[in-house]
């Protein structure tokens, strides 16, 4: 399965189920995918990725938020209550996508085809906190994998980005 295939509905107030188009990594865009909480020591790190996403944006890069709530019950929230957060308190304008598991038996296919991704330490298995980040290619493909503790605008992110865009 292509990292583009999977199914993954936005972040949105409407009533679950509705018909929606999916937020997967598009090919032909280098995409971020960071899982997200309202209430973590890293939130701050939405700052640096809403910088990450407007430096970016018109060169084929775009961050992917995606809610989680699996790490100490960080991300509580309704759809709605994330949205105004994320929007209000750090002008979000990346996409969020609908809450989901990111480890154990309800993790979401997305997820289940980027934990096999080594990072730079070797490390592969399940994400490990809030804000783990994995940079897909625009051929699809997952480039890089970031710990928690990595900051979006660290000179390792930044220079897998720049590398991974498109031509």
Known sequence: MSLSDVQIAPLTADSPGSEQASLAPRPGVATLVVNVASKCGLTPQ???????QKRYADR?????????????????????????????TYGVSFPLTEKVEVNGPGRHPLYAELVEVPDAQGYTGDIRWNFEKFLIGPGGTVVARFGPQTEPESDEVVSAIEAALPD
Not at 46 to 52: A, F, H, S, T, V
Not at 73 to 81: A, H, N, T
């Open 60 to 88: 084929g890069f775009t961050v992917l938020g995606v809610p989680c709530n699996q790490f100490a019950g960080q991300e509580p929230g309704s759809s709605s209550e994330i949205a105004q957060f994320c929007s209000a």
């Open 46 to 52: 939405y700052e640096g990725l809403e910088r990450l």
